[in-house]
C-alpha cells in the first residue's frame, strides 16, 4: 500500500459508493447441542424453505397453517420455538403475539416482518415477550443465528411445576414447615380394616399398571401422541343446529380444525379412518359450510395428495396414483392442477403400455435410451446444485436440466429438478436483497422466472427490491441535504469545487428538485452568501442557491475569496510528522483485490487533519474505510503563510498493492 498526490482537477465526488458483493454459499455450521421443535407460522413457502435450509436439519421445522394450527402444535410439542411472519394477513400481529405468548409464555417468539411490524411491536419487543425480531428481507446465516439463540434460552427455562388446582386452597409455606413439625398422636389399626385398604391399593395399582402399558403400546414421537377427544362426539357436533348460545359447537369446531391440521401436518391426509385431514375437514363444512379455515384446509389437503400422485407417478405406482388423485379431487374440485395430472396419468399409462409392447416386440432401443439420457442429465443437475453451481456455463444445474427439458418436457423428473432449481435461484435473490445488491436479486429472479417458478412468489421479492431501491435514494438524497448544511455550517459555501455547500445544494437539485428541506438550505446558503459579498439588497436572500442570478455579486464574491485562500495542494507538499499505514482489508487480499482511493481534507494549524473527504475509489466499497481511520489520525508540519501557521487543504491518492503490502 502506498500513497501518491493527486492532481486537484482529476478528482471526482464518488458520494455513491456501493458494495460489489457476488453470492457466496451458507457457510458451515456446527451441530447444535440440543435439537428443538420450530413451528413457523407463515404463508411464504420461500420464508418457509429459507428456514429449513438454514438449520439443517439440526431442528425439526413444522409449518402451521394458522393460529389454531399453531397452538396444537406447541400441545403437541411441549418444547421449541415459535417464528411468526407478520406478513400473515389473517391475524394482527401484536394480537396473535400477546395470545400465543399468554397460552405458551415459556415457548421463545421470533418475529419476521418490516420496519413498521418493528415499530409496531415495540413494546413486546423491549418486554422479551417477542424474543428477537428479524428484519426483511431474511438471510439464512440471521435465521440460524436467531434460532441458535431461542434454543439456548429455552434450553435455559426452568421446567415449570404443574399448576395447582383450582378447588385445591393454596397453603403457605410457614403452615407446611409446621405442620411438617408437629407430632401426631399414636393411632391404633384394625386389622380387618387394614386388609380392606391393602386390597384396594392393591386394585389402584393394577390398574396403573395397565394404563402405564397402554401408554408404552403408544407411539413414542410427541407429534403422534395427538389426543382427538372431539371425534367420539362427532355425530353430537354435526347434529348440533345454531342457537342463541353456539359457544359449545364453536369449541368443538375448533378442536375438530385442530385435529385436521396436525393430521395433515403429519401426512395423514386420507387414512385412517376418522382422524385423516381430508374426512375431518368435511366434518367440519356439513357443521358450518362457510367456514373458510376448513376450505383452506382441505385446498391444501388436495396439494398435499397432487404432490403425493407426483411421487407415485415417478415410482410407476400407477394405482397408488388415480387412488390419490381421486382423493384430490374428492378434496378440491376447482384445483387448477387437477387437469395436468390427470392427462400425466394417462400419459403415464400408454407409455407403460407401449413399454411393455415394445419389449414384447425387441423395439423399445431408442426410448431407453433417450430416458437414461435424461436420466444422467438430472444427475448431473442435482449434483450441480449440491455444489452450489446453478448457472455460468455448459457445466451448471441450468445448463443441465435445460437440455433435460428440451429431450423431455413433460417428464416429472425434469419437472421435480426444475423446481428445486428454481427454488435455489429465489434463496440466492433473497441472500442477495439482504446484502443490498438488488441488482444481482433481480437477474436472480429473471432465471427463476424463465424457469417456470410461482409467478406470486417472484411478484413479492419484485415488490420488496422495489421498496428497498425506494429506500436507498431517498437515504442517498438526504446525505446530499445533510453534507450541504454541514459545509454552510463550516463555511464551505463555493469551496472546494467538489465538496461544498453549493456542490451538494446543486446535485441534489438535480436528482429531486421538490426533496424536502431543499429550499430551505438554498436559502440559507443565498444569505450566507449575501453576507460574505455584503453587496446584494436584503430582498433577495430567500432565493434559491441555483439562481445565481439574484444572487451574482455574491457568488462573484464568495468564489474570489475561496480561491484565494482555497487552493488544494498535493500531499507530498507538505512535511508528514505521524503516518500510519492504511490496513490493507482482509478479505480484499485474501481475495487478490487491488486498488486506489482519491481523498481531500485539511491539515489544521496544529497539524491535525480533518473534513476527510473520499472524491474517488476503485474498486468502490472495498478500501475507503480504511483509508479514512489512518488518515484521521496523520500529524503535518502546518503551512506558514505571512509567518503564520493556516489551514491547508490537501489532495491524496492512496494505492492498494498486494506488492507492497
Not at 348460545?245 to 385412517?272: F, K, M
Not at 398435499?304 to 400407477?318: F, I, P, W, Y
Not at 384430490?328 to 376447482?334: C, L, V
Request: hydrophobic share 45%; with cysteine; proline share 5%.
Amino acid at each position: 500500500m502506498r500513497s501518491e498526490p493527486l492532481a486537484p482537477n482529476t478528482m471526482n465526488s464518488g458520494l455513491d459508493r456501493r458494495e460489489d458483493c457476488q453470492s457466496r454459499p451458507f457457510a458451515p455450521v456446527e451441530a447444535a447441542a440440543t435439537t428443538a421443535n420450530v413451528i413457523v407460522l407463515a404463508e411464504d413457502v420461500t420464508l418457509l424453505e429459507m428456514v429449513k435450509a438454514s438449520l439443517q436439519g439440526r431442528q425439526r421445522v413444522w409449518r402451521a397453517d394458522n393460529a389454531l394450527h399453531a397452538a396444537d402444535l406447541l400441545l403437541a410439542a411441549h418444547s421449541g420455538i415459535l417464528f411468526i411472519d407478520a406478513a400473515l394477513a389473517t391475524n394482527e400481529t401484536p394480537t396473535l403475539v400477546d395470545k400465543l405468548h399468554e397460552q405458551f409464555p415459556d415457548f421463545p417468539i421470533v418475529v419476521t416482518g418490516r420496519r413498521d411490524d418493528e415499530i409496531e411491536l415495540g413494546e413486546r419487543i423491549s418486554t422479551g415477550i417477542v424474543f428477537r425480531f428479524l428484519h426483511k428481507p431474511v438471510s439464512a446465516d440471521r435465521v440460524r443465528n436467531f434460532i441458535d439463540a431461542a434454543v439456548r434460552r429455552s434450553g435455559e427455562q426452568p421446567a415449570r411445576e404443574p399448576s395447582p388446582s383450582r378447588d385445591a386452597p393454596s397453603v403457605p409455606a410457614r403452615a407446611i414447615s409446621s405442620i411438617r413439625s408437629m407430632s401426631l398422636p399414636r393411632i391404633e389399626v384394625d386389622p380387618a380394616n387394614l386388609r380392606r385398604a391393602l386390597r384396594a391399593v392393591a386394585s389402584i395399582a393394577i390398574a396403573a399398571l395397565v394404563a402405564w402399558g397402554l401408554a408404552r403400546a403408544l407411539p413414542e414421537k410427541p407429534w403422534e401422541r395427538i389426543s382427538l377427544p372431539e371425534i367420539a362426539s362427532l355425530a353430537a357436533v354435526e347434529r348440533a343446529k345454531p342457537g342463541p348460545d353456539t359457544s359449545t359447537r364453536d369449541t368443538a369446531l375448533a378442536r375438530l380444525l385442530g385435529a385436521a391440521g396436525i393430521a395433515l401436518s403429519q401426512g395423514r391426509l386420507v387414512e385412517p379412518a376418522d382422524q385423516n385431514a381430508l374426512e375431518l375437514y368435511r366434518r367440519v363444512l356439513r357443521v358450518d359450510p362457510g367456514n373458510i379455515d376448513a376450505r383452506q384446509g382441505l385446498a391444501k389437503t388436495a396439494e398435499a395428495l397432487l404432490s403425493r400422485v407426483e411421487q407415485l407417478l415417478l415410482a410407476e405406482d400407477l394405482p397408488g396414483a388415480a387412488s390419490a388423485l381421486d382423493a384430490a379431487r374428492n378434496a378440491d374440485p376447482t384445483n387448477p392442477r387437477l387437469e395436468f395430472f390427470s392427462s400425466q396419468l394417462v400419459r403415464e399409462r400408454d407409455r407403460m403400455n407401449a413399454v411393455s409392447a415394445a419389449a414384447a416386440a425387441g423395439s423399445d432401443d431408442a426410448e431407453r435410451a433417450q430416458a437414461e439420457r435424461v436420466g444422467t442429465l438430472l444427475a448431473l443437475a442435482d449434483q450441480r446444485m449440491r455444489q452450489g453451481k446453478l448457472v455460468g456455463n455448459s457445466d451448471s444445474a441450468e445448463a443441465y436440466v435445460l437440455d433435460a427439458r428440451k429431450a423431455a418436457p413433460e417428464d416429472l423428473g425434469v419437472q421435480r429438478t426444475l423446481s428445486a432449481l428454481s427454488g435455489r435461484m429465489l434463496l440466492v435473490a433473497s441472500e442477495a436483497m439482504q446484502r443490498g445488491d438488488m441488482a444481482t436479486a433481480g437477474d436472480w429472479l429473471d432465471r427463476a422466472e424463465s424457469l417456470g417458478v410461482d409467478g406470486k412468489t417472484v411478484a413479492g421479492m419484485r415488490a420488496e427490491i422495489a421498496s428497498a431501491q425506494l429506500a436507498s435514494v431517498h437515504e442517498d438524497r438526504s446525505r446530499l441535504l445533510a453534507l450541504a448544511n454541514q459545509r454552510i455550517a463550516q463555511g464551505q459555501l463555493l469551496e472546494p469545487a467538489g465538496d461544498s455547500a453549493r456542490h451538494y445544494t446543486d446535485l441534489l437539485r438535480a436528482a429531486d428538485p421538490g426533496f424536502s428541506g431543499l429550499a430551505e438550505t438554498e436559502s440559507l446558503l443565498a444569505g450566507r452568501l449575501q453576507e460574505r459579498a455584503g453587496r446584494l439588497p436584503a430582498e433577495s436572500a430567500g432565493a434559491r442557491g441555483t439562481d445565481l442570478a439574484a444572487i451574482g455579486l455574491a457568488l462573484a464574491a464568495g468564489r474570489s475569496q475561496a480561491q484565494a485562500s482555497g487552493e488544494v495542494l498535493p500531499g507530498s507538499s507538505l512535511t508528514v510528522l505521524d503516518h500510519r499505514a492504511a490496513v490493507y482489508p482482509a478479505q480484499a487480499r485474501a481475495l487478490g483485490v487491488e486498488g486506489w482511493v482519491d481523498v481531500q481534507f485539511t491539515v489544521a494549524t496544529d497539524g491535525s487533519t480533518r473534513d476527510v473527504v473520499v472524491t474517488g475509489s476503485s474498486p468502490a466499497g472495498v478500501f475507503e474505510d480504511s483509508v479514512l481511520d489512518a488518515i484521521r489520525s496523520w500529524r503535518y508540519e502546518p503551512r506558514i503563510a505571512a509567518g503564520k501557521p493556516v489551514d491547508q487543504r490537501v489532495a491524496l491518492r492512496v494505492r492498494f498493492t498486494l506488492a507492497d503490502d
